[in-house]
């Protein structure tokens, strides 16, 4: 090995080139110096190649930068070993060199070749620059496309926001009107009701008490209608909300039938109830359970004639509760059956129908009961046949201490048997007829009453002679009935800041009687009031029951 390499630097039958023919000294230096130079060229024009690949790893066809790096830098050799030949004459080793050289020299013609067909594909930069105008004109589209997104959605968020207060307006808006329909058309029905049961309680008999006793039915009629308008607003506005306890449907039953008697017995309509007391309990608010009853009563009491029936049966079906109400009336078509519990929907509407009413009583039936988890429908053999109701509830699976007393009818006491001597009422009302209603009510069960038209009155007379009970409306002129109780639970317990206070008023909804309740009442009772329901309540505050 040593010797081959030493063969190729032996210059023996070789002479220096300085003596190969006639050079002179600036000729010779001139072809030395030319050499070197092209050699320190070719030499760092490698050196910057191999300094471009190592830094930018995603250029293409790496492999012909390194065979150029070759030549270059092999032509450069050869060069060198040209100045070194004039002293020197490594003839030998040059000819190896030459020889790299070449074979350097056509790798990197046959990489050309390859490559060259692949690089025709690249696009010129004529091309390059186009489309890379062409993606900044793109991505200008893009974003003025995205600020008009922005703008349209801050647009459409302003719109939104400005419906959903217009929504809100509107929803504040009907409230308001209901509150003020319900008092409006509440207020003079209590004092045709009120003034009503006065009289039928004062012994008349014959046909006048015949003609009071329909003109408290079409009272009672009315008023519930317009119960009917508030609870079907609330069931829409998703307002309504269930007190549920584990009730006995059955004394809710007995309850609802006594309410409907008094029409049935005007048209001669008999009830027959068939009610299983073991039936089991159902989790549920007492008032709307005898709400849906009273409804479905009503409906067939309505749309039964005179001297016909009315069935109600109660019994317990696997895991449910099954209430049935069928009647011997006017049936239902088969066409209208899917559509019985629509609201507002009439099986005879216009003005030649023989049934009055909104046509809301089914319906409200029917939310209630999904509230309640149960299901109701509608049967009918047709025109003429009858109806029937069934009304599906879940039973409680966990019932109740059984030992627990429930009350009963005689443990209520009968309001005729209380008696409120020497009780001081202030009552306050801005309208005459009822405050002299209430008046003439409370003064049969001997209390002291004291009358009031308006909020500052009230307060003069309450400062003067400090009554045991407030009895006052809620929307009156100037000053309300809120301000009112503020006003008097701003008072020392000893000027009669704790007195016991009724909100009796024409505002019906949910929300009054929280609000009343918040602002200082005991108790909140909806005009047209039932006057034993008002004897009730106070004399349970001022502590006369039972006695």
């Known amino acids: 090995m040593l010797d081959s390499l030493g063969r190729l630097f032996d210059t023996d039958g070789y002479m220096a080139r300085w003596h190969c023919g006639a050079w002179s000294s600036g000729q010779g230096w001139l072809h030395i ?23 930018r790893r995603d250029i293409p066809f790496p492999k012909i930068f390194w065979l150029f790096g070759a030549f270059i830098f092999s032509c450069g050799f050869g060069h060198l070993l040209e100045a070194i030949i004039f002293w020197h004459p490594v003839y030998r080793f040059s000819g190896v060199v030459k020889f790299t050289t070449a074979v350097v020299s056509w790798a990197t013609v046959l990489a050309l070749i390859q490559i060259v067909p692949q690089a025709l594909h690249f696009p010129g930069l004529a091309r390059l620059n186009a489309k890379l105008m062409g993606e900044v004109d793109e991505r200008k589209r893009i974003e003025d496309a995205l600020r008009q997104s922005e703008e349209r959605l801050a647009k459409l968020l302003a719109s939104e926001r400005e419906a959903r207060g217009d929504a809100e307006r509107a929803n504040r808006i009907k409230d308001e009107f209901l509150s003020t329909v319900s008092h409006e058309l509440r207020s003079p029905l209590n004092a045709v009701l009120g003034y009503t049961q006065l009289l039928l309680r004062s012994g008349v008999e014959g046909e006048d008490r015949e003609g009071l006793s329909i003109i408290e039915r079409n009272a009672l009629l009315q008023a519930q209608i317009i119960e009917d308008l508030l609870d079907m607003s609330r069931i829409v506005s998703g307002k309504v909300r269930l007190d549920a306890k584990t009730v006995d449907m059955t004394p809710i039953i007995e309850a609802a039938v006594a309410t409907a008697r008094p029409a049935a017995d005007a048209k001669g309509i008999r009830f027959v109830a068939m009610l299983d007391a073991h039936a089991g309990p159902v989790l549920g608010d007492s008032a709307r359970l005898q709400q849906i009853v009273s409804n479905l009563l009503t409906n067939a009491v309505k749309f039964t004639p005179k001297g016909g029936r009315v069935q109600i049966a109660l019994k317990r079906v696997n895991s449910h509760l099954e209430l049935r109400v ?12 899917p559509y019985v519990f629509d609201r507002f929907r009439q099986a005879d509407p216009g003005t030649t129908r023989k049934y009055g009413g909104l046509g809301l ?14 299901t109701v429908e509608a049967q009918s053999p047709g025109e003429d046949q009858g109806a029937t109701f069934i009304v599906r509830l879940p039973v ?24 409120l001597q020497g009780v001081r009422i202030l009552v306050v009302d801005d309208e005459p007829d009822a405050r002299e209603l209430v008046r003439r009510l409370l003064t049969e069960y001997e209390a002291q009453v004291e009358l009031a038209g308006s909020v500052d009155e009230a307060l003069r007379i309450f400062h003067r002679q400090k009554p045991d009970l407030l009895l006052s409306d809620i929307g009156m002129p100037g000053k309300d009935g809120y301000e009112l109780v503020r006003a008097v639970r701003s008072l020392p317990e000893a000027e009669g800041g704790a007195v016991p206070a009724v909100a009796l008023t024409a ?19 909806t005009k047209p009031v039932d006057s034993s329901e008002l004897i009730a309540v106070v004399a349970t505050l001022v502590g006369r029951t039972g006695k």
């Open 33 to 55: 110096l030319s050499d070197i130079a092209i050699f320190g060229a070719y030499t760092a024009i490698p050196c910057v190649l191999l300094f471009f690949i190592l830094r």
């Open 507 to 525: 505002m019906a909804r949910s929300e009054d009687r929280k609000r009343a309740m918040l602002a200082g009442y005991h108790a909140h009772v």
């Open 326 to 337: 069928s009647d011997t009336g006017q049936g239902i078509q088969a066409e209208f059956l």
């Open 396 to 419: 409680q699976i966990i019932h109740g201490d059984p030992t627990e007393a429930l009350p009963t009818e005689s443990a209520v006491p009968n309001a005729l048997d209380l008696t």
């Open 361 to 374: 009583g089914l319906s409200i039936v029917k939310n209630l009961v999904e509230m309640h988890g149960g």
